[in-house]
C-alpha cells in the first residue's frame, strides 16, 4: 500500500514542483514536503514489511520501481527549472534505469537485494535532492552541492558494485539452452 502511495505522490510532486514559475518559495517548501512524505514511506515500507513478514514478489520489484519513479522525476524537474546541470540527472538515471534492467535480467536466477550500499545511495540521494527542491542559498546551498557530489559518488561506485555482482553470481550457473 506505502508503495502505492509513493507512487501517487510523483505527480503531485512534479505539480506542486512546477506551480508559478517553479522558483515560488512557498511551493518549493510543499514540493519538499510532498518529496519528504515520499521518501519516508520508502523507510517504512521497508521497515513493515520486513517486521511483519509480508515481503512480497511484488514489493520486491514495485518498490524499487517506486523510488526510481521519485527520484526521477525530481532529478527531471529540477533540471527543467535549471536548478541542477542535466548532466548530473543523465548520470544517475542511467546508473538506476542500468541496476533496474538488471535487476530483471536476473530475476530468472533470483532477486538482486539491495545492498548497503545501494540504501546508503538511496538516502544520499534522497537528501541531495530535497535540499536543492528546498529554496536554499549561500552556505546552505553550498551544503547541497557537498552532499550531491557524495550521492554521485555513491551511484557510480554502487552500480560498479551491482553489475560485478551480477556477473560473479551468473559465473557457475547454468546457461539456458
Known amino acids: 500500500m506505502l508503495t502505492g502511495v509513493r507512487m501517487a505522490l510523483v505527480p503531485v510532486f512534479l505539480v506542486v514542483i512546477f506551480v508559478g514559475d517553479g522558483h515560488e518559495t512557498f511551493w518549493r517548501i510543499v514540493a519538499f514536503v510532498v518529496f519528504s512524505v515520499a521518501v519516508i514511506t520508502d523507510r517504512f515500507d521497508g521497515a513493515l514489511a520486513r517486521s511483519y513478514g509480508m515481503v512480497t514478489e511484488f514489493g520486491t520489484l ?29 548520470v544517475i538515471l542511467i546508473r538506476e534505469i542500468g541496476i533496474t534492467v538488471l535487476r530483471f535480467a536476473v530475476l530468472r536466477f533470483g532477486v538482486i537485494p539491495a545492498s548497503r550500499g545501494g540504501k546508503l545511495k538511496t538516502l544520499v540521494q534522497a537528501v541531495a535532492i530535497g535540499l536543492f527542491v528546498l529554496p536554499l542559498s549561500g552556505a546552505w546551498l553550498s551544503s547541497a552541492w557537498v552532499i550531491m557530489w557524495a550521492a554521485l559518488v555513491l551511484t557510480v561506485v554502487t552500480g560498479v558494485d551491482y553489475v560485478v555482482s551480477a556477473i560473479k553470481d551468473s559465473k557457475g550457473r547454468p546457461a539456458d539452452r
Open 62 to 90: 514495485a518498490d524499487p520501481i517506486a523510488d526510481k519513479a521519485l527520484i526521477g522525476a525530481a532529478l527531471i524537474g529540477l533540471s527543467i527549472l535549471g536548478d541542477l546541470p542535466w548532466w548530473i540527472t543523465a
